[in-house]
C-alpha cells in the first residue's frame, strides 16, 4: 500500500527537501512511523518522548482532520497525508 505523504516547508531540511514522501502503514501512525524509517531526524519533530503525536501538530487525510483518532485513522491505497502545524494564540 501506497500514501503520499506532503511534508510541510518546517520539515522539509529534515528530508533533504523533499517535498512528497512515499509511505506504507495501514493507518495514520504507521504511515508516519516509515517515514521516521527513511528521515529518523523527524521523529522528535512529530512526536514526544511518550509516541504521541505532538499537541501543535494536525494530520490531514485526503484534505480532512483525521482528529480524534489522527494515529490509529485508517488509510488507504493512493491516499495523502498532510502534517499541519496548528497556530495558535489568544
Known sequence: MSVEINIPQFLQHLTSDVKVVNSSGGN???CLDDLVKQ???VK???FNENGELLKYL???I???S???EELSKPVVDGDELHIVNIIVGG
Open 28 to 30: 495514520v501512525g504507521e
Open 39 to 41: 528521515f529518523p531526524q
Open 44 to 46: 522528535s519533530r512529530l
Open 58 to 60: 494536525e494530520i490531514y
Open 62 to 64: 485526503n484534505g480532512e
Open 66 to 68: 483525521a482528529y480524534p
